[in-house]
Structure formats: structure tokens, C-alpha cells
């Protein structure tokens, strides 16, 4: 099952559900074309993700790091990690992923396995993700391998593939440690970036539907406006007005395919003081009207591709200080 649709609580945190008490781990085949704009925007989970690409190539971006992951390579995402992909292909791009709790590896918490080889990866905030490619060291293509392996058996709906799945990750976490050995978390290294990046993007989910300026969201941080400015250019790869303009887009989206409110009632609720500069930026960023997106797309007019309209990609876009008009 592909989730067309990904949302997340105000500071970032996705709301999806990721498998079930009895099995706390779940599997997904995914085409990028089937998000629009061919991203799935920044946000994080409690699980541990591991993305297997199949065709194309995919970025993988986190704080301060970015990856090209090409067909035939993997990549782990740690459990509590601010993440961001998108397609970087000229054409489809398609990944088997598995997302997972680290219960999955360690049973209980105070458990010796989860206390000696889980909890020091999980802690380590500086193990953001790390590329597995079969043309680099033997152990990876193992790795890679491992899983390709456990995502056939899934694919066959087989009666015991929760088996096969189980294992292969277990024999993926045991390749892991052994071989990489950062995993330890050291923790006088600096966390402040994160916390930052965190701090900023939780004021612009919690506010984005009021007037605020770049001296409110730095003021969330602590920081100056310059230093807001280099904190999203470097870890996010966007200006804090491009970031803001595209989490408004993406909520108007919600509202015209989920919704039979008006228009106008829309751009004020999705940030927007008025509606035809609503308006504008929408159809800049889409080549299309509002209105003519709602009839295509409304879950209301009966339209199920609404779903795919979650992960939204606009184009770059400047703004004076105070962003709203």
C-alpha cells in the first residue's frame, strides 16, 4: 500500500501509523509520481526506515546532509530523524521501503539486546542515515540483499512473511553494528541544529494561518533573522518564506480536496490575508486555479487522486521581511 497522503502533527511528527502492536513494523511499494510534486516533504516518526530504491534515484535529505540514492542502493533513516525525499530522476522513481519500531530488533526496553544494540544507534542523533551501495563494500551488498530478499517473500503475501521480514531485519541490524562502528552515541557532540530546525518549523505549523515575520520565527529559536535565514538555507535547502509559502499551499490543498468551504474562506484559513494573491501564488505554483484544482481533485466531487496531493513541491519564490502581504 502506497500512502498517497502524509500528515504530521505540528512539530513535524507524522500521524501515520506504521503497522500494529501485534507487529509494529510496515512495508510499502512506492512511485514518486504518485506524490505530487515528487517529494515527500520534511517530517519524522518514532520508527526506523529503511529505503531500498528500485528504479530512478531519490534525494535523501536530514539536517546539514543530503544523499542521491540510485536504483539498486539502500539507505537507513534513524528513528526520530527531521527527513525529506524526492524524486531526483528524470523519469519514475520507485523505493520498497520498511518502517519499523526498534522494539522490532530488541524486545523489551530493558532487554540486554535493545539496551547493548539498539538504544546506543536510536540516541545517536548524529547517525542521521547512511547509504548502503552493492558497489562499495561486500557487507553492503549483503545488507541490501537481506532485505530485497525479505521484500519478495512480503510481496507474495506468503503465511509467514512476518517471519521473513523479522529475520532479515534482525541479520540487516547484526551487519550494521558490526561494521559501522559510529553508532556509539556521543554525546558531547552538539545537537543544536536539529533543535533549532526543530524549533523553527514547529512555530511555522503552529502559526502558519497568522501574520507573522521572520523575527517571530527566529524568535522561536533564540536566533537572529540572518541566522534563521543561514539555518534554513543550509539544513532545510529553502528560504524560511519558501518554507512557509509551501506548508500554506500544501494546507489550502487539504481544504479545497477535503472540503466545500469557499475559496476565499480557504486562502484565510491556509494563511493567506487575501485571496486573489492566494490566488496567484497557487497558480504560480501549479499552473492551475484553485477552483479548477478543486474540480479535478475534490474527495467531495468524488475524486480519490485528492489523496495524492499531500507532498507539494512549489516553485522558488521570494518575499519582503514581513512575509504576508
Not at 511528527?13 to 512495508?27: S, W
Not at 500544501?250 to 490575508?273: C, H, M, P
Request: hydrophobic fraction near 35%; charged fraction near 20%; aromatic fraction near 12%.
Amino acid at each position: 500500500m502506497q500512502i498517497y497522503k502524509l500528515e504530521t502533527e505540528k512539530n513535524g511528527r507524522e500521524l501515520t501509523a506504521h503497522g500494529n502492536d501485534d507487529f509494529p513494523c510496515a512495508i510499502y511499494d512506492e512511485c514518486f509520481s504518485e506524490f505530487f510534486g515528487g517529494e515527500v516533504p520534511w517530517h519524522w516518526h518514532d520508527e526506523i526506515e529503511i529505503v531500498l530504491v528500485t528504479e530512478g534515484a531519490t534525494k535523501v535529505e536530514c539536517i546539514n546532509t543530503s544523499d542521491i540514492v540510485q536504483a539498486g542502493e539502500m539507505i537507513f533513516i534513524n528513528a526520530g530523524i527531521l527527513h525529506k525525499l524526492t524524486n531526483a530522476s528524470v523519469g519514475e522513481c520507485r523505493i520498497l521501503n520498511v518502517l519499523f519500531k526498534p522494539q522490532m530488533l530488541g524486545g523489551v526496553h530493558h532487554g540486554l539486546i535493545y539496551k547493548k544494540n539498539i538504544l546506543p544507534v536510536i540516541t545517536n542523533k548524529e547517525l542521521q542515515a547512511y547509504k548502503f551501495s552493492d558497489t562499495d563494500k561486500t557487507w553492503h551488498s549483503l545488507a541490501i540483499k537481506e532485505l530485497a530478499d525479505a521484500f519478495d517473500v512480503w510481496k507474495t503475501q506468503s503465511a509467514d512473511r512476518e517471519f521473513y521480514i523479522n529475520i532479515a531485519l534482525m541479520k540487516f541490524w547484526h551487519l550494521f553494528c558490526s561494521h559501522q562502528l559510529n553508532t556509539a552515541s556521543d554525546q558531547n557532540t552538539s545537537k543544536s541544529n536539529e533543535k533549532r530546525a526543530h524549533s523553527l518549523l514547529d512555530y511555522i505549523h503552529k502559526h502558519y494561518e497568522e501574520r507573522i515575520s521572520i523575527a517571530d520565527i527566529s524568535n522561536a529559536a533564540n536566533i537572529s533573522e540572518s541566522e534563521c535565514y543561514r539555518m534554513f538555507r543550509n539544513t532545510l535547502g529553502c528560504s524560511p518564506n519558501s518554507y512557509l509559502l509551501n506548508y500554506r499551499l500544501r494546507k489550502s490543498v487539504q481544504l479545497l480536496t477535503e472540503s466545500n468551504k469557499r475559496i476565499s474562506d480557504i486562502a484565510y484559513e491556509s494563511g493567506f490575508n487575501c485571496s486573489a494573491y492566494f490566488a496567484k501564488k497557487f497558480k504560480l505554483a501549479f499552473d492551475i486555479t484553485p477552483m479548477q484544482f478543486r474540480k479535478r481533485y475534490s474527495i467531495t466531487l468524488g475524486h480519490p487522486l485528492a489523496n495524492h496531493l499531500s507532498t507539494i513541491q512549489t516553485k522558488p519564490d521570494s518575499f519582503p521581511n514581513n512575509i504576508q502581504p
